[in-house]
Structures are given as C-alpha cells and as structure tokens.
C-alpha cells in the first residue's frame, strides 16, 4: 500500500507553529480559572480559539473563527504558505447572536491540494484594525482515483468527569492523531457531555488524583444557550486539539450527550439537576449551539433548514454518509414492536440514506452511524438505546428500519458499504453474517467501533443475534467509567489504496498502537 512522502509534512506543520502560539498559551490555564476571554474592546480583534475546517470536498469547504468581539470575518487562501497571490473571501460580521463564532464557505477551489489559509478578524468600524492572523491548512478530496485516501474516526470528549488534565498534557491523543496527517477526522458524536459536569479534581480507585481544567459553564449540566455554548467552547481550551483542528479538517455528527443521556425528541427528564425538563427546548438550544460551534455544511448558516444527516463525497473512492440516529428516533422503549415505522433514522432520513446509497459510484461507502448495530445498549432496566434489544430473533422495533436498509443494499447490488461507530466507549470489530443471523436478506458487512477519545471506559456490550455479528476483536475494560489515565483512548484508521482500492481499517490507541487490522477488497461482498 502506498503512502505519502512525509517529505511535504514540515511545510505543511510549519504554517501552524506561529499562528498557534498565542493560543496554546491559553489553551492549559490554571486549575480553577479557565474563563472564556473577556470581551475587552481595546485594541483590535482577537481568534484566541483557534480555526476549523470542515466538510471539505473536492472543490469547497468551510472555514470557522471565533472573535472577542463584534468583527467582520475575512479568509484568505494560497496554494503556499507564503500566501503569495492569496485569494482573499469575505466572511461574516460576528457578533452577539452567534456567540461571536463565524463560518466562511469557500468554493472553486482546486483538486486535491494542499490548501493553505488564514483568517484575519477586522474591526467593522475601522477595517484597518485587523487582527493577527491564524493560519490553517487541508487537503482538498481528489478526482483522479490514483490517490490515497486517510481518514480518522472516533468520538466521546470530556465524558464522565474526565476533562482536560493539565498533568497529563491535555488530550494527548490528538497529537497521536495529527502525526498521522490524515484527509480529514471523523468525529462520530458526543463532541461534549452536556449533562456531566467537570469538577476540579476526581480520585481514581489508586487513590491518585485526577485534576480537570474547569469553566464556569462546565460547573453544571447544560440547560441555556449560554450553558451549551460554554460547554462546546470547553474543549477549546485544549492545545493539541487547536493544533489538530488546524490542520486536520472534520466531518461532524452529534449523538446523546450533546442534549442528555439517551435522550429522544418528545421526552421530559425526571433528571433533578434540571429546571427545564423538557429535552425539545434542551436539544434546540444544543443544535444552535453545535452549528455554531463546528463547520457543518448542512446546519445555518449555510442551510437554513438545518440538519445534521448529508453525505460528503471525498473523490471516486469514498463516500461518507452521516446518520443522525437521535433526532429523528422513537422513543426509548423495550423495542420490540412488530410494526415501526420511524425506528432509530425516521422515514424521511432513511428514504434519502437508500436513494443517496443506490446514487453513489463511489468504489467504498462510509455509513457513519452515531450508534451500533449489533450491540445491546440498554436504557434503564427494561428500555433500549440503540437499535439491538438482547432478542436474537426475527427484527422488531428499531431492528426493522435497519432490516428494510440492509436489504435495499443487497437488491440494488451496493457494494463497499461500510459501518464506523463510537459510543460504546471501547474499541471492537464486528463481522456481520446472514448465514449466522435471524434475519438473513443482507450482505455481509462489517462494523468498526472506536472511542473515547477523552471519556470513561466502560466494558463491552452483549451481542444481539438478530444480524448476526460475530465479534473478531475486542479491547474494552472490565469495569464502568475506567478515567484515560487507566484505559487509554481509542481511535480508529481507515486507508484506501490509490491504486489496488484495497480498504484498511486499523484500530489504534493512545500512543500510535495499531491494536487490530483488517484489509478489505474492491467490489466485493462477504469481505
């Protein structure tokens, strides 16, 4: 399999080192007194929160800033990083409204290059009054099939209690994930823990003491605007994520713990952390939030609608289809009802999954599920969380939507499709296999899953035979909420070879280990 020449690294990672350096600053304050920077109107406007790419495609992508204050938002891109006959893009006005964070949509952009950017924060009074520059750079996705493709997948930030731990260096996985230079990073859900408050210090079962960078609106559970915001923000204070951010692009979805734990649409909390208890005004707020705080194509104010479910197509040998598993579901329930309609997608989400699906030439198609398939995840004694419910029979409830998916790709003959998952805050490979299931019309697949990337550990999950899933690797803990500093993060690498269209799946951990691999081939079902 070919790889890159890390020749082009330096240049590419030299750009970020001075544009990064105020940051970093910032990025680790002192225990007790991570405050968000004071809104201070003197001298000219400042990003102390670094810059994001997101769902950047062949010929486009967004670029993302937030300001300390009212200012209009101005990118500029070069294929160098000289910036030498730079285009210069006229972004937003930020204010207010948005908590001062700002999208700009950049668009004719070149094939499969090496895109250098930085934004600049001018005073709207006195354009002259710029801010300094924070620099930034991606790849956009190729036309030509002979180029590889890498990208990164994994979820579950600052769960449990386990924030950002100055005595470990932050989130140190990261920089592991930057070193490998990746296209661009998955994140499948719970970019934040809305319901889990970070407290300063937490003493793990060795009697060693566990220390958290804190912040105001991280002192409790999420329940305003201002709460949500604050909570996206927190991750922010993290070096080597605003390092990674600036130079690896995302694709973002969202699960649970960006509202509350195993929330569905309708419900009212019985949680006594909340005065507002009803999760539709929670989960409105969150989104407002989440489209302001990552670059997300189809969420304001790139499209008015809103939603988080869209496919982004990374050249003629990936596809990547990001489902939206929370908005849309049912409630929590023991899931066994012979008839559902609207499952875990909704009809109108798994619709445009099937007809995108059938519609993609691409050789392999990503489905990015925010939840598992096979995996029994309970809600409370009797309900269920995802789609399995511990009967390994004939599909029923949530089962039945991924019944009529599965077999819609085996009629229309789709091949390469491929699942990604976190959530279940451990690391595992599931081959699923209608010789072996209940429900037999279906292709054989296989379902990766990858996380926390700083969150509590927790122990594997039982199989549910429905679909057949027989497990080929497992790493997971054998006790619930284990701190990082106990069971190490989790993310998972997905190569494509530009040549043989082979697809590689590595599970790593903290630290670069590839824990488990797994080489698939072009065209073919069974694997």
Partial sequence: MSHRSPSSLPGRRGVLRGSLAATAALALP?????????????????????????????????????????ARMIVETSATESFRNATRWRGPLVGADTDFTGTTRLRGLPPGEQIHYRVLLADPDDPRR???????????????????????????????????????????????????DPDFFLCSGDNIYADGPILPSVTLPDGRVWRNVTTEEKSKVAETLAEFRGAFRYNLLDANLLRFNAQVPTITQWDDHEVHNNWYPGQILSDSRYTEKNVDVLSARSLRAFSEYFPVSTLPPGDADGRVYRVLRHGPLLDVFVLDMRTYRNANSPNRQPD??????????????????????????VIASDMPLGLVVT???????????????????????????LRHIKHERITGTLWLTADVHYTSAQHYEPSKAAFQDFEPFWEFVSGPLAAGGFPAAKL?????????????????????????????????????????????QEGGDVLFSKTLQPGRVGQ
């Fill in 464 to 508: 549910d035979g429905t679909f057949g899933p027989q497990q080929v690797f497992l790493k997971a803990p054998p006790r619930a909420n284990t701190s990082p500093a106990e069971t190490p993060p989790y993310f998972g690498e997905v190569e494509i070879d530009g040549g043989s269209g082979e697809l590689t799946v590595r599970l790593r």
């Fill in 340 to 365: 559902d309609t609207n499952g875990i997608l909704g009809a109108e989400q798994l619709a445009w999954l099937k007809r995108e699906l059938s519609r993609s030439r691409a050789t392999w198609k």
């Fill in 130 to 180: 710029t801010s300094e520059p924070v620099a930034g750079t991606f790849r956009t996705a190729p036309v030509g099939r002979r180029h590889d493709v890498r990208f990164l997948w994994s979820g579950d930030i600052a769960g449990q209690g386990w924030g950002i731990n100055p005595d470990r260096g932050g989130y140190r996985v990261y920089e592991d994930m930057r070193a490998l």
């Fill in 30 to 70: 002192a225990i007790g007194g991570a405050a968000a920077p004071a809104f201070a109107l003197s001298g000219r406007p400042k990003a102390g929160w670094g810059v994001q790419a997101g769902d950047v495609t062949a010929h486009s992508g967004l670029v993302w800033v937030r300001s300390d204050r009212p």
């Fill in 379 to 405: 809600d409370g004694a009797t309900n269920f969380e995802a789609v399995a419910q511990n009967d390994p029979g004939a599909p029923l409830g949530r089962e039945l939507q991924i019944a009529e998916l």
